[in-house]
């Protein structure tokens, strides 16, 4: 019998410096049993060109242009083409390890529908890397590695876009690409999230993730930290907040601030904590700010942090254990 088809998407554009390595790493799985969906996102450099000089050497990879304008278009045309049994991503600037496809089909083959598989994840640059996408890098390998990928859903996206695979089925019922919420990719990690697909922990490098300074997710509006806000906000309402309990924000600095514009316009009443004595006991959007004892006198609260510095945030876990609170049910990091 033939192994199950797997489709890898890849939308495209103006990548010509780096699709070819992204393709060669396609054609060297050890897994066979695949076809390669490029999309054209309207590229005016030789990106397609080079994609399809590819396609006449091997049948496996097709390209087509978008029918619509931008990646969620992009996503949703290469989806329409494909026929795999298995659905996966892939950027068009990455490169695949050689065991990528392979690993994660046999991860989905042995523990079945209602499971994501996803995979330990490398970054790497031409000029060194930030030691911001360094530690990401190893926060986001660390939940992979044990598969408690969502446990911190609220901080980050923690499902790397180019880097999972799931039954087709299992694709439709989450509602695939069919959205038209940015930024797209953590807006499909929150539905396999509600969806409640269980991650299978995986300890081996499936992909490296190339960064530079014009790639879309550092210079597209769409992926602006008001968006991921905004994209939070509206998941936490929705799967984790809890109407019955008071919901207190830490932290009053520009994140803090933000949520706190967010909550008000869509009129969730919250009480405001922070640690800085200038702005305990005044008052911002009207809302006043009290120092972190004043939770102790709420009555079973919900908590979300803002706080962004890593001692501070240990500092705030460690207070919330000796409270017998649990993450993601009574406190949740959105930093």
């Known amino acids: 019998m033939m192994p199950p088809l797997i489709s890898v998407l890849v939308p495209f554009k103006n990548t010509e410096a780096f699709i070819s390595d992204c393709l060669d790493s396609i054609l060297k ?41 931008g990646i969620i278009d992009a996503l949703k045309t290469a989806y329409s083409y494909a026929s795999g049994s298995y659905i996966t991503r892939m950027d068009s600037d990455d490169i695949m390890t050689p065991i990528r496809l392979e690993t994660m ?22 000029d060194g890397l930030s030691d911001g996408f360094a530690r990401y890098e190893q926060w986001l390998n660390k939940l992979t590695v044990e598969g408690k990928n969502y446990s911190e859903i609220y901080k980050e996206c923690v499902i790397p876009s180019p880097c999972w695979m799931l039954h087709r089925e299992d694709f439709d019922s989450c509602n695939g690409f069919n959205s038209d919420i940015y930024p797209e990719d953590y807006d499909l990690a929150f539905r396999f999230y509600k969806a409640g697909y269980t991650c299978i922990p995986c ?78 006991g005044k008052h911002i959007y009207d809302q006043e700010l009290f120092n972190f004892d004043f939770l ?14 890593h001692e501070a945030q240990k500092e705030i876990t460690s207070y919330f254990e000796t409270k017998n609170m649990e993450s993601m049910i009574d406190y949740f990091f959105f930093c």
């Open 296 to 309: 102790a006198e709420l009555k079973n609260p919900q908590s979300i942090v803002t706080v962004a510095n």
């Open 203 to 280: 300890s081996d490098v499936l992909l490296h993730w190339r960064d530079y300074s014009t790639r879309t997710s550092r210079t597209h509006e769409h992926y602006a930290e008001n968006s991921f806000l905004d994209l939070k906000v509206k998941y936490f309402l929705e799967l984790n907040y809890d109407t019955s309990r008071p919901l207190a924000i830490w932290g009053a600095g520009h994140k803090g601030k933000t949520l706190a514009k967010i909550l008000l316009k869509q009129n969730i009443p919250f009480h405001w904590i922070c640690d800085n004595p200038k702005k305990i």
């Open 29 to 69: 799985q050890s897994y066979s049993n695949w076809e390669a969906v490029f999309i054209d996102d309207g590229s005016d450099d030789t990106s397609f060109t080079i994609v399809e000089n590819y396609s006449k050497n091997d049948v496996r990879i097709k390209v087509y242009k978008n029918n619509g304008n």
């Open 105 to 126: 089909v046999t991860n989905l083959e042995k523990h079945g529908k209602q499971h994501l598989a996803v995979g330990q994840v490398k970054y790497f640059r031409a």
